[in-house]
């Protein structure tokens, strides 16, 4: 009784919401993470830094770290080895796999929060919830919430990188479809697009060795010019059941197509032994002329192309369309991480209430301490009245010992945010996006424009055409659970499936294996597969 | 001189040249790395390097030296492998001492060594492991990647099979001048077995500096990691589908020539203590065929 | 008795410091074993984890992928095992007949540095060398008119590419034993052998090989125990789904059925599973060590 009316008291008070009393700071434990991306100001860390600051400060809460890894695998480690031996879970929890995730649920060590967002959730966020509500489908079991999902800003999306100088070279036009793709690439094999006089190149990086998506260097578009299929999506068929997209009719079609250029030379003939990272180098050191990934690769890898060789010229391009103008690509996820609470954790208020807040700069809420960015000195800078977002004008008017790094540049402090992790939601980049790709010169509205100003024009030319295809995204409808089959079948489909498609492609086996292969993939469990999921479809339905 | 023979002159020749070879051959990846520490980050972005730095810079070498928790993880390291060896090698010592007795002079011997063995086959893995060192209080302490493996029973055996190949005289003469196990192990085996110890040591020392599971295991802090799981956390292929990277990380991806200098760095310390124990080898392990 | 037991109980007292560790970091975590007949749930624990009695050995034998990764497993763990006991060997005796001491150690030094080196790395670099598009070994190749060659990709070459690159990157570690034995030679042996007029080659083959023989059957007999570990780190960066007929071992495939399932019970019970195989392999070669060389290996 007593609790509650401490809760009630203290959701309205302001500043000190979460405290209990004046007895001192509020402790959340949380497992920290933090890989080679994550950058800190000299003198801070992880445990020190801005943010532990600010919370400290203006929350009065005390963030604690039970752990600290380098990678997401690590973390799930620990935290299987924490429910081993019975030991405190952190606070907050940041499984990486939705199996984990629901481990945690099963061992009943983390909370339903139903009633927490609804009690504490602020109405922006409440409607930002409601607008995406897709991840909460794996956040869910038996009608409770369990968990928050961190929202990817949907930038990912497959466009095609090309080198213009090479086009030029040979005399031919920016491909749209996937004959005029066939013929760029026979060029770029055949007529010497870098002119230096040796049989030393071919047409297009792909990297096959881990799946036919990987995070640069994809296949998914050659898939998606012959329909809505792709292998790890299970797509809606006809009648409005889901089928999986890697055995459909389609994707036939596409490894025929994949075949012939692999015979002609057209593709990296390593392209079956090489991850996106080796793959990619093709393309980087002047090997390939086309390669497909994300809009941002622009600026990586691709930049060092462009540090190497100043005269190379790189231009995005949307996905050429296959013969029957049909054109597709990989989904991404709007979850881009599951956030839970342990049930010992008591705060959920104050939790709530740094959420609330920091998602000031999302919203774009004018009121909002975090409109303008994070942290003055990390994420953008404040001198002399005005607001800086760009590196160039920081070096030319703000003095040197205010830059939030030694060369100028910022720093993502989002990274090291061990609540809530970096407050992006949905799409929220495109307008802007979209608008600098239409006037470079045009004046940033406001400060999420600003940040895209800061990004530059590889970016703001690749994101409008990657949004311009937006439309064709091949969205994976199944975002439950693994099912029963897929837990003791799922390796041996995966393998049948990446060594089917491998040995087509190299030639090794005829086209028509294809047609085994799905036979082999319906009796090894793909039929039962495929009910179970249809199963889970029909409950998530309304 | 037979050595002196026209065809042992021809062979020493091929020989030479034969493991120059070899050598060469197995000194690339080092170059390489070295290479490409010692080139600009978009030379080796771009994968141009190969034996010869391109776009020579130092760059890399110093962000390395300003890094604190890289130095930190090769103390760290140091001083596991340094204690580590100490106890594993104290501990091998005296067991292979005492199992190198034949069955008749030591009943139980035996038994005790199938003891030893089914260990280097059987163990409970990752989770059974870790309960009982939490258990035992070891957890974010140096001792969790010290005692665990501190009984090295490969290098016992090989140990074992160096005393037994020692003139039984040895023992008998010192137990008739009154002394007894513990006396005879470190006053007459423990000299006369130095060039053994040191090999031994060797293999014990690769073994700690190698190891990078357990640190990850029973170390909450990445700030304490010995040097090789802070490698491992750097090396292994980022996966950026996985982690959800976007425009905002481009920037800070780790750069292949900083790995490459905290690799090369970190490959120098163990590299150093081989030719130093080499002068050891000099009489090295004799092992005779023991009969029963 | 009295007078057996004053002198046999310092080595009771030498082993106690040993067996006492092996007892709690290896003989209680052995308990740990019984996962592989349970559903292991982390937090219901090991004794309260629902059991599944030969559940997943059953899986293991049953699985279509089954024999083919035990068959790569042996196949590749055999050679590996093999070439890695002869290569070290014969270097060793080679070195042996350098004089120049300081070539000596500068190539012993040299030959052990790719041990230090992760698969991670060396896979990379491995791409690189083996590449088809003007690869070192196949630009050395081609100097003989051998087409290139796609050491990686293709399943005829995959095995051999990863036992020769493996030797590669163990030789030189493992040869430093054999070099030890080689150094404690009396050279008396020699000397009194060149006297009898007996050439080098006869001097090695009567002198230094029957001296080292004894360690060389130490060490192969305990890398029997290893017949079922073809190296995961190795494959899991250099394997792809053009060779997984011929290069997807034991290891690699309880990987991929982890990244699904993520059972430890699963991993578990193939682990045992492998060191019982490696177990009876290692009682095997002991008691053949002690029936045809009258050698006891420990």
Redesign the interface.
Known sequence: MMALVLVGMTACSGNQSGSEGEDGPIVITVG?L??????FKDGE?LEDNVYTRWLKEEKNIDLQ????????E?YA??L??A?????RLPDVIWP??I??AH?LI????VKAIGDDIEQYASPELKQLYEEHPEPFASLSRDGKVYGIPGY??M??GTVIWIRQDWLDHVGLEAPKTMDEMERVLDAFTHEDPDQNGKD?TFGLALA??NSY????ATADWIFGAYGDNLSGHWVEGEGGNLVYGGVQPSVKEALGTMNRWMEKGYID??A???????AG?AF??E?AGVIAGPY?MG???L???A??NPGANYVPLPLPAGPDGQIGRAWTNKM??MILFSSEFKHMDAYFDVLNEMSGFSFGDESSPFYKGFFNGYDYVEYDGKTYYKKEEIIEHVPEEQWPKSDG?FI?V??YFSLTG?L?HPYM?DEPLLKFSENPEAEPANPIESTVVK?GKY?WNAGAVRISQNEHTIVNAFTGL?TET???R???M??LE??A???II?GEQPLDYFDTFVENWKK?GGEQMTQEVNAWYESTRP | MLYTSKAYRTFTWFNYLFLLLLSVLCLLPLVHIFAVSLSSNAAASANLVTFWPVGFTFDAYVETMSNPSFFNSIFVSIQRTAFGTAISMFLTVMSAYALSKEEVKFKGRTLYAWFFVFTILFNGGLIPTFLVVQKAGLVDTLWALMLPHAVNVWNMILMLNFFRSLPKELEESAFIDGANHFVTLFRIYLPISMPSIATLSLFAMVFHWNSWLDGLIYLNKASDYPLATFLQSIVVQENFAETGLDQDDVANISERTIKSAQIFIGALPILMVYPFLQKYFVKGIVLGSVKE | MKKYWKRTWPLHMLLLPSVILLIIFQYIPILGIVIAFQNYKPWLGILNSPWAGWEHFNYLFTYPASLQVITNTLIIAFFKMITNLIVPFVFALLLNEVRRMSFKRLVQTMVYLPHFMSWVILGGILIDILSVNGGLVNQFLSLFGVNPIFFLGSPDWFRPTVIVTDVWKEFGFQAIIFLAALSGINPSLYEAAEIDGANRWKQTLHITVPSITPIFIVVATLSLGQIMNAGFDQIFNLYNPLVYSVGDIIDTFVYRVGLVGGSFSFGTAVGLFKSMIGFIFIVVAYRAAYKFANYRIF
Do not use: C
């Open positions: 920290g933090s890989d080679s991306t994550v950058e860390d770290y039970e752990f600290v890894v380098s990678k997401a690590d480690t620990k299987r080895l429910l081993s031996s019975g030991s990486n796999t199996e984990l481990e099963e061992s009943g060590k990817s800003s930038t990912g030393d096959l060795k998506n990987d995070w640069m003939p390593e079956g032994i090489k991850d996106a990272n080796k180098d980087v050191n090997k941002w600026a990586f890898p930049e060092n192309l540090a190497n881009e991480s540049g993502n989002q990274k970096d992006e980049f990004w970016h693994p897929m837990m003791t799922s390796e041996l995966d393998k990446s060594e498609y491998s040995k190299y090894s």
